[in-house]
């Protein structure tokens, strides 16, 4: 019985955060963690340039309201879930996922939260699980589930290193040179043909 589990943000949907960073013009907002491999740190950076500039939920979300899914990723999603069973485990939060997920068709995902004040502003936020990845897939593999793993980031590694098949995708070069022993597709066809193989 197989399961695929992939990465939401840079595999299937534009960056969130780099999107945001491109409308408001903050450079300092396009770091993610392909740059920062600690999430905390990662989310706490980005919270306090938010604080100091005075954006709120609202913003973001106008933005994530202008986002399509990658070319392909809605084609390769239907295509997984007419094949086998999908997962997305993202950390990426629920009040950003939702429009994607519409246009997507509403694969299932696992995420984080927000926690938003009554003003509106992201006062903090709220994990489902710490290294929640990696123990969603050790919990299919418990229920007797072949898992195939797929992200573009360090935060993909935990999920990807435990998962009984592995893949990158469009991963930053050095991961590339620091894993050649991980498969890397540079598209949703070559991921295709990954699982493909692997089915």
């Not at 973001?60 to 392909?72: A, R």
């Not at 290294?131 to 980031?153: I, M």
Request: contains cysteine; proline residues 5%; glycine residues 4%.
């Amino acid at each position: 019985m197989n399961i695929v589990c992939l990465d939401l943000e840079g595999v299937l949907i534009p960056e969130i955060w780099i999107a945001f960073a491109e409308k408001t013009g903050i450079e300092a907002l396009k770091r993610t963690t392909r740059d920062e491999p600690c999430y905390n740190t990662l989310m706490r950076y980005r919270l306090d340039i938010l604080d100091k500039e005075g954006f709120k939920l609202s913003d973001i979300e106008e933005v994530i309201g202008t986002l399509d899914p990658l070319p392909g990723a809605v084609e390769f999603v239907e295509w997984v879930k007419s094949q086998t069973r999908l997962v997305i485990l993202s950390d990426t939060f629920r009040q950003f996922a939702g429009p994607l997920m519409a246009k997507l068709d509403y694969p299932t995902l696992f995420c984080h939260d927000l926690v938003i004040d009554e003003t509106g502003r992201i006062a903090d936020y709220r994990l489902r699980l710490t290294d929640h990845k990696r123990k969603a897939v050790e919990a299919f593999q418990a229920l007797n589930f072949t898992a195939f793993a797929a992200g573009d980031s360090y935060n993909d590694l935990s999920m990807i290193n435990c998962a009984d098949h592995q893949a990158l995708y469009c991963p930053p070069e050095r991961l590339i040179k620091e894993r050649p022993d991980l498969s890397v597709a540079t598209n949703h066809d070559e991921l295709r043909a990954i699982i493909e193989e692997i089915l």
